[in-house]
């Protein structure tokens, strides 16, 4: 079983910056991806981004050239750096992962709340 905990969420100015975090806990071998989706009021939960724990990233066209995704295997945590943030952002943001021997995205956080002012 894998746990995810995501931190970092907040209330921001739109083109502003903000830095989401999440660690991975309850596996010897880190997640084979992990990831982040998002869901906003009414909407249905989207893919944000994901990275391998060989480095490989994935971006939704919504977020490229925006947001970073990125990975620390050494502490089974990812980050997503948002910047240039846009009212459109706003959303619950989750924070997901496929186990070390793979498989879907079996994983997933509480959620962390992100709210872009205009």
């Known amino acids: 079983q894998v746990q995810l905990v995501e931190s970092g969420g907040g209330l921001v100015q739109a083109g502003g910056s903000l830095k989401l975090s999440c660690v991975a806990s309850?596996?010897?071998?880190?997640?084979?991806?992990m990831g982040w989706y998002r869901q906003a009021p009414e909407k249905q939960r989207e893919f944000v981004a994901a990275v391998t724990r060989g480095g490989s990233t994935t971006y939704s066209e919504s977020v490229k050239g925006r947001f970073t995704i990125s990975r620390d295997n050494a502490k089974n945590t990812a980050y997503l750096q948002m910047n240039s943030l846009k009212p459109e952002d706003t959303a619950v943001y989750y924070c997901a992962a496929i186990g070390p021997t793979g498989g879907a995205w079996d994983y997933w956080g509480q959620g962390t709340q992100v709210v872009v002012s205009s």
């Open positions: 309850g596996s010897r071998i880190g997640p084979l991806s």
